[in-house]
């Protein structure tokens, strides 16, 4: 298994470089073309929906584990206080379920001093099911 | 020297003097002048230093500087070609943001399909030449093991020439749109519009943009969307490549966030 962390300020010109790492894990881990496609373009999808709802001066953390059978990537950040509405109505959201094997997305509570947090999680599979 | 040139850097005025008569008589002579030819000629190889200038300023973005000396350089010839004297401005002032405007065009318009060295140009065209029967024997797009099995290349060869297609593909989404100042890129106007169309029924704001798509992207958003195919499933039901499918997703993704995103 390898884990790996970014750390990136929560604007838009960070995602290119979130979006490669994203596609880089996956060709390492030799995912077939197309799920190297997907998790490209679900990345860019989930980043995008963070940076639109960060806090001024957010950082957007974006964790990814890489296994044999599947690439997650959790990515977080700091949101104001009163934005609690998570982005799954949206149509970036409906994109994130195509692209990727599983999404979810949970709202962490405010804690002391700051406000709350929106953390989405994506999974990707090696091999998509349709393809067996 | 005229006074219409006082507002620009002294040193330039000071290397370029000689070109200002130059300059002068080549406004004034009738365009079927012969003479016209061999000054033109004399004004851009004079002027050719500050198109290297500029050129350089643009280097270190993945282009070959003699690449951006070239396209700066048509930007200086269109100066030359384009300049009226009698305007009133000097030759610089209308020079220089013509010469940057070329090679701003340049990047923003054909930079994404050079913006990789050769060598990995080549081996992502080598790459891009296995996939349609890799992709037809293994009924699914193939991985990179098995096309550097293909190919006989190392797999690490392989993966470098995937990322130089990537780039190729994508990189204009990331390249500056502005003059620099103000740091917007395409991606910027393009991502994470999201959190206002919570506010609407997405499924209600699509459907007349989806109408709005040519038949043939329709077509690919609905297979990979709602018939979740694969893009090498949908590039052999469609008939064109894996990587056209990518790219058509791709723009076609980007008009829609765009169109959904609404004129707020």
């Known amino acids: ?132 | 020297m005229t006074p219409s040139v006082s507002s620009v850097g002294t040193e330039q005025q000071g290397e370029y003097a000689h070109l200002a008569p130059l300059q002068r008589r080549y406004g004034e002579l009738a365009a079927d002048d012969p003479q016209r030819q061999r000054l033109r000629e004399q004004l851009i190889s004079g002027y050719l230093p500050v198109a290297e200038h500029i050129a350089r300023r643009f280097a270190g973005r993945g282009e070959p500087l003699e690449d951006l000396v070239q396209i700066a350089t048509v930007g200086l010839i269109n100066a030359v070609d384009r300049f009226e004297p009698d305007r009133g401005s000097d030759f610089f002032s209308f020079a220089v943001p013509t010469i940057t405007g070329e090679v701003r065009r340049y990047f923003r318009d054909h930079g994404w399909s050079t913006r990789v060295p050769r060598r990995l140009k080549d081996l992502h065209i080598a790459i891009r030449g296995t996939l349609a029967e890799l992709s037809q024997q293994l009924g699914r797009a193939p991985r990179p093991s098995e096309i550097a099995d293909r190919l006989g290349l190392p797999l690490s060869e392989v993966i470098e020439g995937l990322q130089a297609g990537e780039a190729y593909r994508s990189a204009s989404l990331d390249e500056m749109l502005g003059s620099g100042d103000g740091n917007a890129t395409l991606g910027e106007f393009i991502g994470g519009l999201d959190t206002e169309l919570d506010l609407i029924d997405d499924r209600e704001a699509l459907r007349p943009l989806l109408a709005e798509l040519a038949p043939r992207e329709r077509t690919i958003i609905a297979l990979r969307f709602f018939r979740h195919l694969t893009q090498t499933q949908i590039a052999e039901q469609v008939g064109i490549s894996q990587m056209h499918v990518s790219r058509v997703l791709r723009q076609t993704l980007a008009f829609l966030h765009e169109r959904m995103a609404g004129p707020d």
């Open chain 1, 1 to 132: 298994m390898l884990s790996l962390e970014l750390r990136a300020t929560a604007i838009p010109s960070a995602i290119p470089t979130i979006r490669m790492v994203a596609a880089d894990l996956a060709a390492r881990a030799d995912f077939d073309l197309d799920s190297i496609d997907d998790l490209r373009m679900a990345a860019d999808d989930l980043c995008s929906m963070l940076v639109r709802i960060a806090a001024g001066n957010a950082v957007l953390r974006c964790r990814f584990t890489v296994r044999p059978e599947r690439i997650e990537v959790a990515a977080e950040v700091d949101v104001d206080d009163g934005v609690d509405a998570l982005p799954t109505g949206s149509f970036g959201w409906r994109i994130l379920e195509c692209l990727a094997d599983r999404v979810s997305a949970v709202s962490l509570p405010a804690e002391p001093g700051r406000g709350g947090r929106v953390r989405i999680t994506l999974m990707k599979d090696a091999m998509p099911a349709q393809q067996l």
